[in-house]
């Protein structure tokens, strides 16, 4: 993973987070963030879901073939 600064956005770059990145809120509420080929995916934490972005319109899809994370196991073993 690669960090940088976008010092005129005031955000933080991240680069080549292949290996996972999960925000999570003062409430517990988690959302996890992967890059793929050409692609990110994201999903709410404890759905089982995930979903891939068009980079191209916004849009979201479901991905039935996503890896299923626990981010409490650090095991990398795919869900049922």
């Known amino acids: 993973m690669k960090i940088e600064i976008a010092e005129s956005l005031g955000f933080l770059v991240l680069k080549e987070v292949f290996s996972g990145l999960m925000l999570e809120t003062p409430e ?26 068009d980079i ?10 996503c890896w ?7 095991s990398g073993d795919k869900g049922d």
């Open 28 to 53: 517990g509420n988690q959302i996890a963030l992967c890059m793929r080929d050409g692609t990110i995916e994201y999903s709410v934490l404890g759905t089982d879901q995930w979903y891939t972005i």
């Open 56 to 65: 191209n319109t916004g849009e979201s899809r479901a991905n039935e073939t």
């Open 68 to 74: 299923k994370i626990d981010m409490h196991d650090s």
